[in-house]
């Protein structure tokens, strides 16, 4: 992969070690090589190379506004921003100058962060994208960048894989539920599959029994913005449950393929979790929800 930018007086070049496999995992390492040509004598105050990662996100803001007659208006705006962090960075010459015709290449080795949050270009108020950046920094002038993407993923990890049975109702004195599942980490395109395990203390009517996929992504700068996704699944209408008489209802969801995965940036997440709900007429529902972890894709 490589990027170029001409400035006019300089061109920055820029190569990464993977070209026919333009992706990384947290935890290894971008190898770049930066090539820098001078057209024309160029004064720079340094040559640098940075590991970036870009986060963009949308939060709610509040203003306060006086009217005329002396009254105070509050409103919420949403609004856009982003947050730049400069992950690794070398320094590639001093302040000096470059005389016509002058090149030379430079090698660029940045560590990616074991934490570091991968990449989610479809997200709805998050977003994140990592890049290699090259700059000639000039004074007084506009520098010359070069910057090229690179796609972070992350896989599973194994901490949360175990078979087992997981979640915990909100009214256990209504009734005891549980999801008998294979594992909590997912990866985007999976079949997630398991059981809705019902295991009823009193006797009561539910209009409805049913599964909920959600994946919901939050800001938490300012007065805070959220946005939630659900993917609804019916596993059973009207049915009457009776203490003793335990309900076990396999279930199937698909992850879909282009949604975010799970994340912890700067000022945003990205959540997933699996809600099993039994619909309640008349009063609230009873209901339980575990987390998932959802990954890019396995190694």
């Known amino acids: 992969m490589f990027d170029f930018l001409r400035g006019g007086k300089a061109t920055a070049a820029i190569t990464v070690d993977r070209s026919l496999q333009p992706y990384y995992y947290a935890g290894e390492t971008v190898?770049?090589?930066?090539?820098?040509?001078?057209?024309r004598e160029l004064t720079i105050t340094e040559a640098r190379a940075q590991l970036v990662c870009r986060e963009k996100y949308q939060y709610r803001d509040q203003s306060r506004d006086i009217d005329e007659d002396g009254s105070a208006h509050s409103s919420i705006e949403k609004k856009w921003a982003t947050h730049e962090q400069v992950v690794q960075q070398r320094r590639l010459l001093p302040e000096g100058t470059l005389p016509n015709g002058w090149g030379q290449a430079f090698d660029f080795v940045a560590p990616i962060p074991a934490d570091a949050p991968p990449?989610?270009?479809?997200?709805?108020?998050?977003?994140?994208?990592w890049f290699v950046?090259?700059?000639?920094?000039?004074?007084?002038?506009?520098?010359?960048?070069?910057?090229?993407?690179?796609?972070?993923?992350?896989?599973?990890?194994?901490?949360?894989?175990?078979?087992?049975?997981?979640?915990?109702?909100?009214?256990?004195?209504?009734?005891?539920?549980s999801f008998a599942l294979p594992s909590?980490?997912?990866c985007l395109g999976d079949t997630a599959q398991g059981t809705f395990v019902v295991r009823p203390q009193k006797g009561f009517d539910v209009s409805e029994v049913r599964l909920e996929l959600v994946r919901q992504e939050h800001v938490s700068r300012g007065k805070g913005n959220t946005f939630r996704e659900?993917?609804?699944?019916?596993?059973?209408?009207?049915?009457?449950?009776?203490?003793?008489q335990e309900l076990?209802?396999?279930?199937?969801?698909?992850?879909?393929?282009?949604?975010?995965?799970?994340?912890?940036?700067?000022?945003?997440?990205?959540?997933?979790?699996?809600?099993?709900?039994?619909?309640?007429?008349?009063?609230?529902?009873?209901?339980?929800?575990?987390?998932?972890?959802?990954?890019?894709?396995?190694?």
């Open 230 to 244: 659900t993917k609804p699944v019916k596993l059973a209408g009207r049915t009457r449950l009776q203490p003793g």
């Open 248 to 299: 076990a209802i396999p279930f199937r969801v698909t992850i879909p393929e282009t949604a975010p995965v799970t994340l912890r940036a700067h000022y945003s997440t990205v959540t997933w979790s699996l809600v099993g709900i039994l619909a309640r007429p008349l009063r609230r529902d009873t209901y339980i929800e575990q987390e998932l972890f959802v990954f890019s894709r396995r190694r």
């Open 133 to 177: 950046k090259a700059t000639l920094a000039r004074k007084l002038a506009r520098d010359i960048e070069a910057q090229l993407p690179i796609q972070l993923l992350s896989a599973p990890t194994g901490a949360a894989a175990g078979e087992g049975e997981y979640g915990f109702s909100n009214e256990p004195d209504e009734a005891t539920l």
């Open 119 to 129: 990449t989610c270009p479809n997200g709805k108020i998050v977003n994140v994208e």
């Open 31 to 39: 190898r770049a090589r930066v090539e820098l040509q001078v057209q």
């Open 184 to 186: 909590v980490e997912w």
